[in-house]
């Protein structure tokens, strides 16, 4: 039976049988809906709107939602047999506390009574996925934006940085924006962020999202109750707090800046390696004209080196910046769990749940 890879986000949860060259078995909305416990007569209109967020800015919160979740996808979404459980490995966010690690490990072994366990670092993963070892990565994930330098497979834990910001930050930008210039029409976040997929994108540079202030085609958008909104510079807007982070009303530097201080900050012998070997990652990378603007600001930013993106090998499943950690997590379950180099069962019964922090790094 193949290892299980699991990649669990603040907005997606993606799963499935170590098979690198294919995209995840699952893909699932990591948040989950409140039931009703069997029983108790309660109005089916008000738990529809009470929602469990398993995993906040990229760390697990809700550790009973998150055992629900997990029961899910390994039992009734990828065919697990209870009693006849497997190998597991999940890819880490940068900055996972040490207790958080130990309490995934003691959930698998002691909850899903699993036989093998391996835990590492998405950054790492992410730069696998591309066929490297060193590099630096720029994931912009729902909840967290992580620019995570990495040399011969390890994270450079001093000079990473986090950023509590995000794609839910961008979807409540654009929800404040569209009120702006639709007042009166009520809509929805989960309306705001179909549409953020749909429209959103990047301006060629400053100069051209200054422009779209003047002159800017709008289109017509029918919400699912037949209200219709205009979208305009807003599509704009969403991509250029990322590059100009003083529309979201923060003092700092924008993204590619934010890289080359990242990278500034290890030893200069590195410099090159870790520039010339960007990985973009996480779903807002995605976005059209994202990367065009983020390699224009990269030709003109201060460092001697400037950054250069990394393309995914052509064999690689589409999309990959959706889910680059897990196919990366795919390419090491090949590794680890045949080489023994994993957490087993009789490692965590003599250690207990510290193990992971000695095995898995």
Same mark, same amino acid.
């Given at each position: 039976?193949?290892?299980?890879?699991?990649?669990?986000?603040?907005?997606?949860?993606?799963?499935?049988?170590?098979?690198?060259?294919?995209?995840?078995?699952? /893909?699932?909305?990591?948040?989950? *809906?409140?039931?009703?416990?069997?029983?108790?007569?309660?109005?089916?209109?008000?738990?529809?709107?009470?929602?469990?967020?398993?995993?906040?800015?990229?760390?697990?919160?809700?550790?009973?939602?998150?055992?629900?979740?997990?029961?899910?996808?390994?039992?009734?979404?990828?065919?697990?047999?209870?009693?006849?459980?497997?190998?597991?490995?999940?890819?880490?966010?940068?900055?996972?506390?040490?207790?958080?690690? +130990?309490?995934?490990?003691?959930?698998?072994?002691?909850?899903?009574?699993?036989?093998?366990?391996?835990?590492?670092?998405?950054?790492?993963?992410?730069?696998?996925?591309?066929?490297?070892?060193?590099? $630096?990565?720029?994931?912009?994930?729902?909840?967290?934006?992580?620019?995570?330098?990495?040399? +011969?497979?390890?994270?450079?834990?001093?000079?990473?940085?986090?950023?509590?910001?995000?794609?839910?930050?961008?979807?409540?930008?654009?929800?404040?924006?569209?009120?702006?210039?639709?007042?009166?029409?009520?809509?929805?976040?989960?309306?705001?962020?179909?549409? *953020?997929?749909?429209?959103? $994108?990047?301006?060629?540079?400053?100069?051209?999202?200054?422009?779209?202030?003047?002159? $800017?085609?709008?289109?017509?958008?029918?919400?699912?109750?037949?209200?219709?909104?205009?979208?305009?510079?807003?599509?704009?807007?969403?991509? +250029?707090?990322?590059?100009?982070?003083?529309?979201?009303?923060?003092?700092?530097?924008?993204?590619? +800046?934010?890289?080359?201080?990242? /990278?500034?900050?290890?030893?200069?012998?590195?410099?090159?390696?870790?520039?010339?070997?960007?990985?973009? $990652?996480?779903?807002?990378?995605?976005?059209?004209?994202?990367?065009?603007?983020?390699?224009?600001?990269?030709?003109?930013?201060?460092?001697?080196?400037?950054?250069?993106?990394?393309?995914?090998?052509?064999?690689?499943?589409?999309?990959?910046?959706?889910?680059?950690?897990?196919?990366?997590?795919? /390419?090491?379950?090949?590794?680890?769990?045949?080489?023994?180099?994993?957490?087993?069962?009789?490692?965590?019964?003599?250690?207990?749940?510290?193990?992971?922090?000695?095995?898995?790094?």
């Amino acid at each position: 039976m193949e290892a299980v890879v699991v990649d669990a986000g603040s907005k997606l949860l993606k799963a499935g049988p170590a098979i690198p060259d294919q995209a995840p078995a699952m /893909i699932i909305p990591t948040q989950m *809906k409140r039931m009703p416990e069997d029983g108790l007569a309660t109005d089916s209109s008000l738990c529809e709107d009470i929602t469990v967020d398993p995993v906040v800015r990229g760390v697990i919160r809700d550790w009973d939602a998150m055992e629900d979740l997990l029961h899910h996808v390994l039992y009734t979404g990828l065919g697990w047999e209870i009693g006849n459980e497997g190998q597991i490995l999940f890819t880490d966010p940068l900055c996972t506390p040490k207790a958080v690690r +130990e309490q995934l490990v003691q959930l698998m072994f002691e909850t899903f009574n699993i036989s093998g366990f391996y835990a590492s670092e998405q950054a790492v993963l992410s730069l696998y996925a591309v066929g490297r070892i060193s590099g $630096c990565t720029v994931d912009i994930g729902h909840g967290k934006i992580d620019i995570a330098p990495v040399i +011969e497979g390890a994270v450079h834990h001093i000079a990473s940085k986090r950023f509590e910001i995000g794609g839910m930050d961008l979807t409540k930008l654009l929800a404040q924006e569209l009120g702006k210039s639709n007042p009166g029409v009520n809509i929805s976040m989960s309306d705001i962020e179909k549409i *953020k997929e749909q429209y959103s $994108c990047c301006a060629e540079d400053e100069l051209a999202y200054e422009k779209t202030g003047k002159s $800017c085609q709008t289109e017509q958008h029918t919400l699912p109750d037949g209200q219709v909104i205009t979208i305009g510079r807003e599509r704009y807007t969403v991509g +250029e707090a990322l590059f100009q982070p003083s529309i979201l009303g923060l003092e700092a530097h924008g993204i590619v +800046e934010q890289l080359v201080r990242t /990278i500034s900050t290890v030893s200069s012998d590195n410099h090159r390696q870790l520039l010339e070997n960007t990985v973009l $990652c996480g779903g807002t990378t995605s976005m059209p004209g994202f990367e065009e603007r983020f390699q224009k600001e990269a030709g003109l930013c201060s460092s001697a080196v400037r950054p250069a993106l990394v393309k995914p090998p052509e064999y690689m499943p589409e999309n990959l910046t959706m889910y680059s950690a897990w196919v990366g997590g795919a /390419i090491l379950a090949k590794v680890v769990f045949p080489q023994n180099q994993h957490v087993t069962k009789a490692d965590y019964d003599e250690t207990g749940p510290s193990v992971v922090h000695r095995k898995c790094f």
